[in-house]
Antibody
Framework: QVHLQESGPGLVKPSQTLSLACTVSGGSISTGSYYWSWIRQPAGKGLEWIGRVYPTGSTSYNPSLDSRVTLSLDTSKNQFSLNLISMTAADTAVYYC??????????????WGQGTLVTVSS | SYELTQPPSVSVSPGQTATIACSGDKLGDRYASWYQQKSGQSPVLVIYEDSKRPAGIPERYSASNSGNTATLTISGTQAMDEADYYCQAWDSSAVMFGGGTKLTVL
């Protein structure tokens, strides 16, 4: 059974950088069949895709966040990470990591982490 | 940018059929997935590739996708089905989610 667990600070000051990690157990992040994503959800609102990283290290980001976000892999720890710079109150949300599966338009998310609440406040 | 539109809320009586729509331009030419999110929990995949159910998802969950609308149907709705439901599709290389529909089982 695949399990994903987010970790990182729950509080970030405005203008600072958010760094989150997602540790994957029950499977290797290097498996070519899957890709790894971050998705966030402000309180009481819907889901927003942040980006994805493939085992090759190739990335793709939500155009609305492209200038501020970086995803990366650490295969030695079986983790993938999110860096989001210039944080503002609008970035306050629960951040989920998720495993993506499928090819092309068939891609979907079959496993999700429990989520971690990140609050941006001074 | 591509948008997916869902009704904010749907109500259903126990045992009845709930239908949740997700609309987008030529959505039927793409594949739709659906996620269930109960209060305080992470989303759970309930439908992928328009109409396929992952292991462990009850048969009462079904879906279709044609034209501009994808539809999630829950037959014999139970109290445990009360949740927010999100549709999802891909646009170019980006993921799109609908705004979510709150299903209330009255």
């Amino acid at each position: 059974q695949v399990h994903l667990q987010e970790s990182g600070p729950g509080l970030v000051k405005p203008s600072q950088t958010l760094s989150l990690a997602c540790t994957v157990s029950g499977g290797s992040i290097s498996t070519g069949s899957y890709y790894w994503s971050w998705i966030r959800q402000p309180a009481g609102k819907g889901l927003e895709w942040i980006g994805r990283v493939y085992p090759t290290g190739s990335t793709s980001y939500n155009p609305s966040l492209d200038s501020r976000v970086t995803l990366s892999l650490d295969t030695s720890k079986n983790q993938f990470s999110l860096n989001l710079i210039s944080m503002t109150a609008a970035d306050t949300a629960v951040y989920y990591c998720a495993r993506g599966v499928g090819a092309g338009q068939k891609r979907h998310f079959d496993y999700w982490g429990q989520g971690t609440l990140v609050t941006v406040s001074s | 940018s591509y948008e997916l539109t869902q009704p904010p809320s749907v109500s259903v009586s126990p045992g009845q059929t709930a239908t949740i729509a997700c609309s987008g331009d030529k959505l039927g030419d793409r594949y739709a997935s659906w996620y269930q999110q109960k209060s305080g929990q992470s989303p759970v995949l309930v439908i992928y590739e328009d109409s396929k159910r992952p292991a462990g998802i009850p048969e009462r969950y079904s879906a279709s996708n044609s034209g501009n609308t994808a539809t999630l149907t829950i037959s014999g709705t139970q109290a445990m089905d009360e949740a927010d439901y999100y549709c999802q599709a891909w646009d170019s290389s980006a993921v799109m989610f609908g705004g979510g529909t709150k299903l209330t089982v009255l």
